[in-house]
């Protein structure tokens, strides 16, 4: 008699399910940091986009080797220069982009990830570009204030984004009180950030978007919008057992955005059904629904760009695929964004994936946060001290 298929839990309770977020964040944040040592002035994105793609590939063939586990991108080395909001991955077979180089000093936003078993970890990294064989200095002026603006709003969201009373502390009658605290309203956030930016003379970037996320999906049915443009509100809050993808962006200019003349070259697959009518159309999709599944990919990863480039128009025309517009700063002013993959357990927030620490001793500005309720906020932890790591330093001492 046959048995019927057991169901996988595929939710946090599985600790598979963990793991597998966690060892795509591993391969996620070291390719970030090979990449960004890539970026120095002079240096052609197009190629920077296609060795940082190359390490993950390499890195995703040394895990689960043999396992009939899918394997790949969440999301294409992308690396979009000072005023670019969006993820910006040129082609090699166009003209007008493929020699677009890094210059000196721009804040630079790579974004990258992996995806083990349709879990995906995105993650975003602001660097500012240093002159080649040049050590980099400590950072000062404008550029200081956005890179700290960043940094602290980020903190700031994060610590938003903790469950009312999770970590609280005392009697069951505090406890109980605290969790019965409703949890910020998304107009009480972007309200917080934008002091924020604020005491850096910087303003938020217009619809930066948290989203939760799920297996094989990134965009889920909660989001969190700051500073909503026109038609969009966010919606959902975040609770324990759930993964998502923070972001922050702010803008030394106004933070208001406009879409900007470069090729779209990123986009995703969508769960619309439309049969193709272009043979190059069908190769295209098919390639797609191999390779990348439901996540973002570049055209420059398919195997023929210029069959990509005319098979892609009828996607997204009829909307199989989505196709991501580049936009940047309306006033061209230099953006700087984080991204971090976060899960939420009963014992707080875990960084399954993120932007390596901050050196903050290497930026110096005359400004800094003075808002009382805001410090009173960064000062929270992010997640319950389990006394893991201490019972581990004693084992080895």
Avoid at 36 to 65: F, H, M, N
Avoid at 130 to 142: F, I, L, M, N
Avoid at 215 to 231: H, M, T
Wanted: glycine fraction near 8%; charged fraction near 30%.
């Amino acid at each position: 008699m046959a048995t019927e298929k057991e169901e996988v839990d595929y939710t946090l309770n599985n600790p598979d399910t963990l793991t597998k977020y966690k060892t795509a964040a591993q391969i996620s944040e070291k390719v970030l940091a090979e990449v960004s040592k890539l970026c120095v002035a002079g240096e052609k994105i197009v190629e920077i986009c296609e060795k940082g793609d190359k390490l993950i590939e390499e890195e995703l063939a040394k895990v689960y080797r043999g396992k009939k586990i899918t394997k790949g991108f969440s999301h294409p080395t992308t690396v979009s220069p000072s005023s670019f909001v969006t993820p910006y991955t040129p082609l090699a077979g166009d003209e007008k982009e493929k020699d677009v180089v890094l210059q000196a000093g721009e804040p630079v936003k790579i974004q990258l990830g992996a995806q083990i078993d349709g879990f995906g970890t995105f993650i975003c990294d602001t660097v500012l570009v240093p002159e080649k064989d040049k050590a980099r200095d400590v950072v000062e002026g404008r550029s200081a204030d956005l890179i700290l603006a960043t940094y602290y709003a980020n903190e700031l969201l994060l610590r938003l984004m903790v469950p009312p009373g999770l970590l609280a502390s005392g009697t069951d009658e505090e406890k109980a009180k605290a969790a019965a605290v409703k949890a910020p309203t998304q107009s009480k956030i972007t309200s917080l950030l934008e002091k924020v930016a604020k005491s850096y003379d910087c303003n938020l970037v217009e619809s930066t978007t948290s989203w939760l996320f799920d297996r094989n999906e990134i965009e889920g049915k909660k989001k969190i919008v700051i500073a909503p443009g026109e038609n969009t509100k966010g919606e959902g809050v975040p609770e324990v057992g759930e993964v998502w993808g923070v972001e922050m962006g702010v803008s030394l200019g106004s933070g208001k955005v406009k879409q900007y003349d470069q090729r779209p070259t990123l986009h995703r697959r969508t769960t619309t059904t439309y049969a193709l009518k272009r043979p190059s159309s069908r190769k295209v999709y098919s390639e797609v629904q191999k390779k990348f599944g439901h996540f973002p990919f570049s055209l420059r990863q398919l195997d023929d760009e210029r069959d990509a480039k005319s098979g892609v128009i009828e996607c997204v025309r009829n909307n199989v695929f989505r196709q991501y517009e580049v936009v940047g700063d309306k006033d061209n002013s230099p953006v700087a964004r984080l991204l971090t993959t976060i899960a939420i357990t009963k014992n707080g927030i875990t960084k399954l994936g993120g932007p390596p620490a901050l050196d903050l001793t290497k930026f110096k500005t005359d400004k800094k946060i003075e808002d009382e309720e805001i410090l009173k906020i960064l000062e929270q932890p992010l997640s319950r001290n389990t006394g893991k790591k201490n019972k581990k330093k004693k084992a080895s001492e």
